[in-house]
């Protein structure tokens, strides 16, 4: 094969599977036709802890064409523990915990039935609610997914006590909940005494894993089909317990089992961002070079299974302060488990290590920028190794000159009629890993290429990057290069996950499409045998946020007129789909700014804010002129591609960017997120 390079990579492509999407032709988990399924409504618990005494499915049962109701009395078996181990017996551990399932000949009827199920319990004491003093805290082995609880380097608390300006604040983040366009759902099938399942995932093969073990199931009687998903955010990136239940309904009565988590269930059984704590307290010189960072970290799991958050990560990374601490602490409370969502740890930890920076810079009178330029380091602090690449500081530069940061002015010095208007800053960085994944690639008779691999298009793209990756590794047109994803029986390969997709599954396409061009028609690659020969490398990617804000004088409402990131993220494969991660990154960033926050009533146990009246994500009116572009950079550590993950670090920093222009508009710091109206009235 003697080919010129298609230069594939670097195109703006347009989606391949985009006019299929827009047609409606795309099949989404819950949309396969499947000959003689039933539909499935969940039952969930309305109390957070305690236990079913007596459950009455008379009147359910009732309800024509409904075929049966699941509970712990006739569930069968689960494997494991934690969140996959539903209907395992009476205990309740939260409030809107799986309890059972209505089975119907409709949608319909299951939903119906479903409010007819009686439950009595035996109603325990819960306790929900996060505290610093919560005498439940305990130091996890480690946080997600494996970094180290707690890190110290050097004598902080002497640097403390020795340093010429101090920063110590607390600062706080709300649980927050993923909210998808397409709602978790799943199709089980029993054929044959193995299951097939159509389910909304970030990961076919992890989700058939994870499946498979919950019902005791050797792995291949186990198939998970996930074509297209329209998004996840991390919210799909384990199997979450509907799908264990929709197997669970299908056993019962034989037949396939449809089950669409609920708009309002989604807000228990998909995971959340947990709510934090975060002390940080930072020491300098008078010329702002950083002496001493500490990052304290409070945050809550369940009382079925651990998930640490790994918040203060970024502190350990980001700058260059000789004496550094972080700490994370968690209490079990009677809550869902918190679980991934958009950059979980980076992104709230820098909401409070930036916000404090700016506070730094106000403390040091010297330009937020500058100060972060100060103490750019040399080398991971943390590892003591080189960086892969690094381009913090030219993409601060960058988006000062674009965005016109040398006309900011004095906090609460800038006036337009009613509104006070200010600029804001922070830094950006997320982990650049990749994990070993298979791919199958075949050169067929009528000259086009067929590739294989187990990845998934949550809606970032991937389907269509990884053709353009193909199709350069082949030299060869787009045209020619078909990509199958979404099926378990692939193989192995990573997630959508950690902003490790594209990373991982591309370098696997390289390597099989590198066989085909050794001449043979077919090859099977695992990446997991790669050894990694280069020297040991911190690999990041890095980024600016800069914000422009108005707040009302009157009404305290807060506005964002203008947004812009600036990103080093190695090699750019599509600017298209690119550019869309960074903006969807950005706009989740100012949404949790200004909007996200799950609320908990300590009255009832459970979370009040249930739906997307009540939990405000974004619409166009409130994201204004956004914009996101990137440096000129490429990272031959990282992957064969010279790419870095992209899917997360738009949203890390934009919230404290958001917070810090609140204060340059205003004078006025808020702490707490999200930026409230009410947390500025009367402090104007
Ligand atoms: Mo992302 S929270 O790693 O799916």
Same mark, same amino acid.
């Given at each position: 094969?003697?080919?010129?390079?298609?230069?594939?990579?670097?195109?703006?492509?347009?989606?391949?599977?985009?006019?299929?999407?827009?047609?409606?032709?795309?099949?989404?988990?819950?949309?396969?036709?499947?000959?003689?399924?039933?539909?499935?409504?969940?039952?969930?618990?309305?109390?957070?802890?305690?236990?079913?005494?007596?459950?009455?499915?008379?009147?359910?049962?009732?309800?024509?064409?409904?075929?049966?109701?699941?509970?712990?009395?006739?569930?069968?078996?689960?494997?494991?523990?934690? =969140?996959?181990?539903?209907?395992?017996?009476?205990?309740?551990?939260?409030?809107?915990?799986?309890?059972?399932?209505?089975?119907?000949?409709?949608?319909?009827?299951?939903?119906?039935?479903?409010?007819?199920?009686?439950?009595?319990?035996?109603?325990?004491?819960?306790?929900?609610?996060?505290?610093?003093?919560?005498?439940?805290?305990?130091?996890?082995?480690?946080?997600?997914?494996?970094?180290?609880?707690?890190?110290?380097?050097?004598?902080?608390?002497?640097?403390?006590?020795?340093?010429?300006?101090?920063?110590?604040?607390?600062?706080?983040?709300?649980?927050?909940? !993923?909210?998808?366009?397409?709602?978790?759902?799943?199709?089980?099938?029993?054929?044959?005494?193995?299951?097939?399942?159509?389910?909304? !995932?970030?990961?076919?093969?992890?989700?058939?894993?994870?499946?498979?073990?919950?019902?005791?199931?050797?792995?291949?009687?186990?198939?998970?089909?996930?074509?297209?998903?329209?998004?996840?955010?991390?919210?799909?990136?384990?199997?979450?317990?509907?799908?264990?239940?929709?197997?669970?309904?299908?056993?019962?009565?034989?037949?396939?089992?449809?089950?669409?988590?609920?708009?309002?269930?989604?807000?228990?059984?998909?995971?959340?961002?947990?709510?934090?704590?975060?002390?940080?307290?930072?020491?300098?010189?008078?010329?702002?070079?950083?002496?001493?960072?500490?990052?304290?970290?409070?945050?809550?799991?369940?009382?079925?299974?651990?998930?640490?958050?790994?918040?203060?990560?970024?502190?350990?990374?980001?700058?260059?302060?000789?004496?550094?601490?972080?700490?994370?602490?968690?209490?079990?409370?009677?809550?869902?488990?918190?679980?991934?969502?958009?950059?979980?740890?980076?992104?709230?930890?820098?909401?409070?290590?930036?916000?404090?920076?700016?506070?730094?810079?106000?403390?040091?009178?010297?330009?937020?920028?500058?100060?972060?330029?100060?103490?750019?380091?040399?080398?991971?602090?943390?590892?003591?190794?080189?960086?892969?690449?690094?381009?913090?500081?030219?993409?601060?530069?960058?988006?000062?000159?674009?965005?016109?940061?040398?006309?900011?002015?004095?906090?609460?010095?800038?006036?337009?009629?009613?509104?006070?208007?200010?600029?804001?800053?922070?830094?950006?960085?997320?982990?650049?890993?990749?994990?070993?994944?298979?791919?199958?690639?075949?050169?067929?008779?009528?000259?086009?290429?067929?590739?294989?691999?187990?990845?998934?298009?949550?809606?970032?793209?991937?389907?269509?990057?990884?053709?353009?990756?193909?199709?350069?590794?082949?030299?060869?047109?787009?045209?020619?290069?078909?990509? =199958?994803?979404?099926?378990?029986?692939?193989?192995?390969?990573?997630?959508?996950?950690?902003?490790?997709?594209?990373?991982?599954?591309?370098?696997?396409?390289?390597?099989?499409?590198?066989?085909?061009?050794?001449?043979?028609?077919?090859?099977?690659?695992?990446?997991?045998?790669?050894?990694?020969?280069?020297?040991?490398?911190?690999?990041?990617?890095?980024?600016?946020?800069?914000?422009?804000?108005?707040?009302?004088?009157?009404?305290?409402?807060?506005?964002?007129?203008?947004?812009?990131?600036?990103?080093?993220?190695?090699?750019?494969?599509?600017?298209?789909?690119?550019?869309?991660?960074?903006?969807?990154?950005?706009?989740?960033?100012?949404?949790?700014?200004?909007?996200?926050?799950?609320?908990?009533?300590?009255?009832?146990?459970?979370?009040?804010?249930?739906?997307?009246?009540?939990?405000?994500?974004?619409?166009?009116?409130?994201?204004?002129?956004? =914009?996101?572009?990137?440096?000129?950079?490429?990272?031959?550590?990282?992957?064969?591609?010279?790419?870095?993950?992209?899917?997360?670090?738009?949203?890390?920093?934009?919230?404290?960017?958001?917070?810090?222009?609140?204060? !340059?508009?205003?004078?006025?710091?808020?702490?707490?997120?999200?930026?409230?109206?009410?947390?500025?009235?009367?402090?104007?």
């Amino acid at each position: 094969m003697t080919v010129a390079p298609s230069r594939a990579i670097g195109a703006p492509v347009d989606r391949v599977e985009g006019a299929e999407k827009v047609a409606g032709e795309a099949r989404y988990a819950y949309e396969h036709d499947v000959e003689g399924a039933v539909y499935a409504a969940i039952v969930t618990s309305t109390i957070a802890r305690g236990a079913i005494r007596a459950i009455d499915a008379g009147a359910a049962l009732a309800v024509t064409g409904v075929l049966a109701v699941l509970t712990h009395e006739n569930a069968g078996a689960v494997e494991g523990e934690g =969140e996959l181990a539903i209907l395992q017996s009476p205990r309740v551990s939260y409030r809107g915990q799986i309890i059972g399932a209505v089975i119907a000949e409709t949608y319909e009827a299951a939903r119906e039935a479903e409010r007819l199920v009686r439950i009595d319990y035996d109603v325990e004491e819960h306790d929900v609610v996060l505290r610093a003093d919560h005498p439940g805290l305990y130091k996890p082995d480690k946080v997600n997914p494996s970094f180290p609880t707690d890190t110290e380097e050097g004598d902080v608390d002497r640097a403390l006590e020795e340093a010429a300006v101090t920063v110590d604040e607390t600062y706080t983040t709300p649980a927050e909940h !993923n909210n998808a366009m397409e709602p978790h759902a799943t199709i089980a099938i029993w054929e044959n005494g193995g299951l097939t399942l159509y389910d909304s !995932n970030q990961g076919a093969f992890r989700a058939r894993q994870t499946i498979a073990d919950a019902l005791g199931l050797p792995h291949d009687r186990v198939r998970v089909i996930s074509h297209h998903v329209g998004g996840g955010f991390g919210s799909k990136g384990l199997p979450r317990p509907h799908a264990v239940l929709a197997a669970l309904a299908a056993r019962l009565v034989d037949r396939p089992v449809k089950i669409a988590v609920t708009r309002q269930q989604m807000f228990t059984l998909t995971g959340y961002r947990t709510p934090t704590i975060q002390r940080v307290h930072l020491g300098a010189q008078a010329d702002g070079t950083l002496t001493a960072i500490a990052h304290d970290v409070f945050e809550q799991t369940s009382t079925i299974a651990e998930f640490a958050e790994q918040t203060a990560v970024v502190s350990r990374m980001l700058y260059a302060a000789p004496n550094r601490r972080t700490s994370h602490r968690v209490v079990p409370l009677n809550v869902p488990t918190p679980s991934w969502m958009r950059a979980p740890g980076e992104c709230p930890g820098m909401f409070a290590l930036e916000s404090a920076m700016d506070e730094l810079a106000i403390a040091c009178g010297i330009d937020p920028i500058e100060l972060r330029i100060r103490n750019e380091p040399e080398i991971d602090p943390e590892s003591g190794n080189r960086f892969s690449t690094r381009n913090l500081v030219a993409c601060l530069r960058e988006g000062a000159e674009r965005f016109g940061w040398s006309e900011r002015t004095e906090p609460g010095s800038r006036r337009d009629g009613r509104w006070l208007v200010g600029l804001g800053v922070a830094s950006s960085t997320y982990p650049a890993r990749r994990a070993p994944s298979t791919a199958y690639a075949r050169a067929e008779a009528d000259g086009t290429y067929t590739i294989r691999i187990a990845a998934a298009d949550i809606g970032t793209g991937a389907r269509t990057v990884l053709t353009q990756i193909a199709a350069d590794t082949l030299g060869v047109s787009l045209e020619s290069v078909c990509v =199958e994803i979404g099926d378990s029986d692939y193989g192995q390969a990573m997630l959508a996950g950690g902003s490790m997709g594209t990373s991982s599954w591309g370098a696997a396409v390289v390597k099989a499409c590198r066989e085909l061009r050794t001449g043979k028609d077919e090859a099977h690659v695992d990446t997991s045998v790669d050894a990694d020969a280069d020297e040991p490398l911190a690999k990041h990617a890095f980024g600016a946020q800069f914000v422009e804000v108005r707040v009302n004088v009157d009404t305290c409402e807060i506005r964002v007129p203008r947004a812009l990131g600036v990103f080093a993220c190695g090699r750019i494969i599509n600017p298209k789909t690119a550019r869309s991660q960074f903006l969807g990154g950005m706009t989740m960033g100012v949404s949790m700014a200004l909007f996200e926050e799950t609320v908990i009533d300590p009255s009832i146990g459970g979370f009040v804010t249930q739906d997307l009246a009540t939990y405000h994500v974004p619409v166009n009116a409130d994201i204004e002129e956004i =914009e996101a572009t990137w440096i000129d950079e490429v990272d031959p550590h990282v992957n064969p591609m010279g790419s870095k993950g992209i899917g997360e670090i738009g949203i890390v920093g934009t919230a404290a960017a958001v917070a810090n222009a609140v204060h !340059n508009a205003t004078g006025v710091r808020v702490r707490d997120l999200p930026v409230r109206p009410d947390r500025l009235i009367g402090r104007l």
